[in-house]
Nanobody, 126 residues
Framework: QVQLVESGGGLVQAGGSLRLSCAAS????????MGWFRQAPGKEREFVAAIDWSGGSTDYADSVKGRFTISRDNAKNIVKNTVYLQMDSLKPEDTAVYYC???????????????WGQGTQVTVSS
């Protein structure tokens, strides 16, 4: 079982940047694929980005390609590790609650990962 806690959300002006962090605890974190999803008010949750267990493969939604970067830190300390989402050139349409997710099978757009964080609010003002 993996426990996920997000941080780094907030209010930013259009064109600005934020970096989200997801602290993951669990002995097998280093073997899990990780990802970020988001849900805006009145809309369905959508895939944002994913990274494989090694950090060598990433995937992004078309709406964030070239603006967002996902990365992970599989530290030698297997008790706690972190995945990041660097968000640049933010737009008002990026406003949503952002959720970190993990799954031993990997995180893929269109699937539902097994573990979720509680979410962090990102608000982009115009």
């Amino acid at each position: 079982q993996v426990q996920l806690v997000e941080s780094g959300g907030g209010l930013v002006q259009a064109g600005g940047s934020l970096r989200l962090s997801c602290a993951a605890s669990g002995r097998t974190f280093s073997t899990y694929g990780m990802g970020w999803f988001r849900q805006a008010p009145g809309k369905e949750r959508e895939f944002v980005a994913a990274i494989d267990w090694s950090g060598g493969s990433t995937d992004y939604a078309d709406s964030v390609k070239g603006r967002f970067t996902i990365s992970r830190d599989n530290a030698k300390n297997i008790v706690k590790n972190t995945v990041y989402l660097q968000m640049d050139s933010l737009k008002p349409e990026d406003t949503a609650v952002y959720y970190c997710a993990a799954d031993p099978r990997g995180v893929v757009a269109g699937t539902t990962p097994g573990s979720w964080g509680q979410g962090t609010q990102v608000t982009v003002s115009s």
